[in-house]
């Protein structure tokens, strides 16, 4: 049987997947992406029922489309998310496999390239991108027994209120996907206690302008590397309801409990850190600093923007801040079960080259690893803040075809100078 050969594959059809495969075409670079399941599957069935993008249609996409039925202002649901990619693949006619998975790569001995074991057989591959996310693997910290009673599962199983057992729901984990399912399952009258850790929360609009808007022109997407000391430090947006701030006491107030950052599980009672004023305290920070650079950036431009001065005003810390729950009997709180949203982490057991550090992580610069022929997309600050969202992977796909395509001139060159040595 011939191998099906390829010059350079894209593993993954999600938005990393699709914005490799328009760069690739414009660089003239012959390509396969494959998908293992349906393209943007992961908006499709690995999210809950109500989420919406957490950014306005007009920042959460990419340059060569927009939402065909949405305003710029509007928050997409995720549907209409997946829907949008499929749309762009189609624009773009990406070469997409779909329903195909990629089982293992692996160098070529004696000659360049990887050999390329798929659920439908083998392919050779000159280059081979990953672009299979910076959100793959569910992480559940060993804390709680999967015997203990309630009712455990990640928030990427999370679909809606009626999904759980009856009773009271810990959610741990107060980034954007925390916060939005603790919210949901409070409205539906569900009591609710929010563990809430190290977080970000910046204001969803100030003075007129969204806070993608604000991330943009303070140039805060572009940082190429968290700030020391805040690599656990979460983003708690929200696009739901038109999209509102996150704000801890309006949740307390609504009859939420927030407690500290969970710290261990034993003989049915959860403890949590004594850190939950200061951990609301450092999100005010944060709200407070964009709202600082926000006044500054319009008086130094001149533009403008209406006074908020309301948006300063935060309220008086609750009750469970100032007095923390610190322990919790989980049967007797009423607990049925627990949802941890406590972020992803990646999976490469596909990929057997020697381009992972010792905790697992890809070594590569901007998508470029150091196994020569090897790419990355998608992953978490690949080369700035907003490399693992919609329209920061765009960017970096932009890099990394530009690379494969410029090292296939480097290979084109050394033929054409080697003819021309034999003529001579
Ligand atoms: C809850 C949540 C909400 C988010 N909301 C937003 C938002 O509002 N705006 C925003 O910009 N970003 C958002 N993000 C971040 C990011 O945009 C999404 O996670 C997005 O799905 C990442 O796209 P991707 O293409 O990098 O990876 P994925 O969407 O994960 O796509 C990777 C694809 O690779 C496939 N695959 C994996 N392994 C293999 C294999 N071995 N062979 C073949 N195929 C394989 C998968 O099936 C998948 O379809 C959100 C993330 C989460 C978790």
New binding site residues.
């Given amino acids: 049987m011939p191998v099906e050969t390829v010059d350079t594959l894209v593993?993954?059809?999600?938005?990393?997947?699709?914005?490799m495969s328009e760069h690739l075409s414009k660089c003239g670079v012959p390509h396969l992406v494959?998908?293992?399941?349906?393209?943007?599957?992961?908006?499709r069935s690995?999210?809950?029922d109500s989420?919406?993008?957490?950014?306005p249609a007009w920042h959460?996409r990419f340059p060569g489309m927009e939402f065909p039925d949405a305003g710029p202002d509007a928050?997409v649901a995720?549907e209409k998310?997946a829907d949008y990619f499929v749309a762009y693949a189609d624009m773009i006619a990406a070469p997409i496999r779909c329903g195909?998975?990629?089982?293992n790569v692996q160098r070529l001995v004696g000659r360049p390239g990887f050999q390329v074991e798929?659920s439908d057989g083998v392919i050779e591959a000159r280059s081979v991108v990953a672009?299979?996310?910076?959100?793959?693997h569910p992480v559940i910290p060993a804390v709680v027994p999967g015997d203990a009673g309630p009712m455990q599962i990640h928030?990427?199983a999370y679909r809606n209120p009626g999904q759980l057992p009856e009773g009271a729901v810990l959610v741990v984990g107060s980034g954007?996907?925390g916060v939005q399912i603790a919210d949901e399952l409070q409205r539906a009258g569900r009591r609710v206690y929010l563990s809430v850790g190290p977080h970000d929360r910046p204001p969803r609009a100030y003075r007129e302008r969204d806070f993608c808007w604000w991330l943009g022109v303070l140039g805060k997407w572009d940082a190429q590397a968290p700030a020391p000391g805040t690599e656990h430090v979460t983003i708690a947006v929200s696009?739901a309801r038109g999209g509102q701030t996150i704000d801890f006491r309006r949740l307390a107030g609504q009859g939420m409990t927030l407690v500290g950052r969970t710290e261990s599980y034993r003989n049915g009672v959860m403890t949590f850190a004594p850190d939950l004023a200061k951990n609301i305290a450092r999100g005010d920070a944060n709200y407070m600093s964009v709202l600082d650079e926000a006044d500054a950036y319009v008086a130094r431009n001149g533009l403008d923007l209406p006074q908020e001065p309301e948006a300063r005003k935060i309220g008086p810390d609750p009750q469970c801040v100032t007095d923390p729950i610190l322990a919790l009997n989980l049967a007797e709180a009423g607990i049925g079960s627990i949802i941890w949203a406590t972020g992803?982490t990646v999976?490469y057991n596909?990929l057997k080259v020697d381009v992972f550090d010792q905790k697992g992580k890809p070594r590569h610069q901007r998508g470029v690893s150091t196994e020569p022929g090897i790419y990355f997309?998608?992953l978490p600050w690949q080369s700035r803040r907003g490399s693992?969202?919609?329209?920061?992977?765009w960017h970096d796909a932009q890099h990394v075809a530009d690379h494969i395509s410029t090292q296939r001139k480097y290979l084109a060159y050394h033929a054409s100078a080697k003819r021309e040595t034999k003529v001579a």
């Fill in positions: 593993v993954g059809g999600g938005q990393a997947g699709l914005a494959l998908e293992r399941s349906r393209i943007a599957e992961r908006w690995e999210r809950w989420l919406v993008a957490n950014g959460d928050f995720k998310v195909v998975e990629v089982r798929t672009a299979t996310g910076a959100f793959q928030s990427s954007s996907s696009g992803f999976d596909w997309l998608g693992s969202f919609i329209w920061g992977v």
